[in-house]
């Protein structure tokens, strides 16, 4: 629950409850229509909390064939005709509408406003990213899916900006406008995109995105569930030879057990 902001929790389960991937976990007293869901289906079985009772971690043991919540369901063709009410209402009832970010103030996009624009990130020139080619040459399906839903969202164009090196299933993306970027750090942040492509004036709103969380908006909307995994990234100098690379965990996972497999020995 720590990674919802500005979320006044209501919690929906107990110690001891068995939950679906997709179950309700919390839900907001200001916002009833957003949830906290459960990434993996088995067993609570821990409620921690911290200060003033707020609920820091929710542990779920899981089972060995989880059962998993049903969302509705969208083929590609389906999408492009789907109402924004529709889709965004099942982007804040599955908490995926905090992949979207909403400038100015990087806030998490509002469901009642409509951006000017959207920008996908797929070049973070960061340390240690993920990288967007990676992630979206592995499931091609569910990127497309996931700018067919921004297309919607958006009161004007989708702009997915892209390195030089980018592979062609980012550079070949449809419905969407792709804006290349070269040279070193700060060139692949998004506050450089914006104001190269799309400056904001007084009054505007834009939202923000990352390509590698396109993917999973994507799957969400083509399987009807929440995506069971995703694709991390592991470097820096802590880590074995050979082990700095990209990784595919479960949703939600503690993934101290990894990074003690693929740290150097202290």
Known sequence: PLEF??????VQVNEGDHVKRGSILIEDKKNPDFKIRAPIGGKVSAIIRGDRRFIEQVVIQPDAEEQVEAFTKYTAGSLSSASRDEL????VTTGYITFLSQRPYAITAKASDTPKSIFVNAMNTGPHQVDANVV????????SAGLSVLGRLSGGPVYLCVSADAGPTLKLSQGV??????GPHPSGNTSVHIAHVDPLRKGDLIWTVKAVDVVLIGRLFLDGALPASRIISIGGSGVKAGQAKHYRVRMGADISVLLKEVANEP
Request: charged share 40%.
């Open 5 to 10: 902001s500005n979320v006044k929790q209501r």
């Open 88 to 91: 965004l209402s099942q982007l």
């Open 136 to 143: 979206v040459d592995d499931d091609p399906a569910a990127f």
């Open 177 to 182: 406008e792709v804006k290349e970027f070269r």
